[in-house]
């Protein structure tokens, strides 16, 4: 098989795989919603003061339920959106004071739906080679060879590089995607749900697949899911989000086994299990989530929290860390229990 995409070999980058690569830093983003003659413009705060970090080579995981602001942060990484607040370091280099261009070939996404991310008046090949056009990299023949190379390694048939994305499965559309993302050579991927709009049995594939990429271009991936089971496979690190702020981080697997914030107890919780007779799982916290345009003030959490104490109204809880992470919770602070006790499971 000829070599046509040339990524630098894993001996190279291992001499630098202890470097934290992304580190976000006190990141906030808020939006202006509504305004008129008749109300008035209100604020939300969909990230807010989020630090988390991802070395070369990781994989950071992001969960959270729908609205906890970690869509909008991999759009912040992205260079989509940029912070309202706080700053973003890459290589150790302020994001701000990288282009657009050059931040693009650097980190690239792939995102959930995969038939919307991909345009459907274009072949394969012009999809895939789109970005190869934007960045000058290639021309003519040899980048057609880039991009026959990069779909076979993504496990595309060659016989489809002329179809269309309403001719694809939906497995074939997200391996479409992430040629697209693989083809400049990305430093970072950001995985925003690529597999919940798939079948489990595709899930699975792509999961597989996203792992051997990782491994054979030593990718670093910031992997967005709501789903634990995916995240337990994939991750390194995991970082739990709850209306805009990281309320528990640390290596994947001392957050799913310690479990030390009640929301992060309630998310495992929910996870589906094979046996039938057990049911639904029952989450225990409450009604759905709050209405992110007026938080409650203290921990956001404390409305829904089965462990809640009178100063978790009142009180923003400060950050505990230790060798297992990083946790802002009352439990772990003086106002609580002891840092020592566990909670209960």
Do not use: W
């Not at 098989?1 to 906030?28: F, H, K, W, Y």
């Not at 890459?90 to 282009?99: F, N, R």
């Not at 080679?129 to 023949?141: F, K, N, Q, S, W």
């Not at 914030?261 to 639904?280: E, K």
């Amino acid at each position: 098989m000829n070599q046509i995409i040339e990524l630098p070999g894993r001996a190279e980058r291992a001499a630098t795989d202890a470097s934290v690569l992304l580190d976000c830093r006190n990141l906030s983003r808020t939006f202006i919603v509504g305004g008129s003659l008749f109300s008035k413009a209100k604020e939300l705060r969909a990230v807010d003061r989020v630090n988390v970090s991802v070395r070369r080579g990781e994989v950071l995981a992001i969960v959270g339920e729908s609205g906890s602001g970690k869509t909008t942060l991999g759009r912040m990484m992205l260079g989509i959106l940029p912070p309202t607040s706080g700053e973003m370091l890459l290589d150790g280099k302020p994001v701000s004071g990288i282009d657009r261009k050059t931040l693009a070939r650097r980190i690239q996404p792939i995102f959930q739906d995969p038939y919307s991310s991909l345009n459907p008046r274009k072949t394969v090949a012009q999809i895939i080679g789109l970005p190869l056009a934007v960045h000058g990299i290639e021309a003519g023949a040899a980048r057609d060879r880039r991009v026959e190379e990069i779909m076979e390694r993504v496990g595309l048939s060659r016989r489809l590089i002329h179809s269309y994305p309403n001719q694809l499965s939906g497995g074939q559309r997200q391996r479409v995607a992430i040629a697209r993302a693989l083809v400049v050579q990305p430093e970072i991927v950001v995985c925003d749900e690529p597999t919940s709009a798939l079948d489990v049995s595709v899930q699975a594939q792509i999961l597989n697949l996203l792992v051997d990429l990782r491994n054979e271009f030593n990718l670093t991936y910031i992997f967005i899911s709501h789903d634990l089971g995916v995240v337990e496979y994939i991750a390194d690190q995991l970082a739990v989000m709850y209306m805009g702020q990281v309320v528990e981080a640390g290596p994947r697997h001392e957050v799913l086994e310690q479990r030390r914030h009640p929301y992060t107890q309630a998310l495992l919780g929910s996870v589906l299990t094979p046996d039938p007779s057990l049911g639904l799982p029952d989450l225990q916290i409450g009604r759905g989530f709050p209405d992110i345009m007026h938080p409650p003030s203290g921990c956001h959490f404390h409305p829904r929290c089965p462990s809640a104490m009178p100063v978790c109204s009142a009180v923003e809880p400060p950050a505990f860390r230790d060798s297992a992470g990083l946790v802002h919770c009352h439990l772990f602070s003086g106002e609580g229990s002891s840092a020592t006790r566990p909670i209960a499971q």
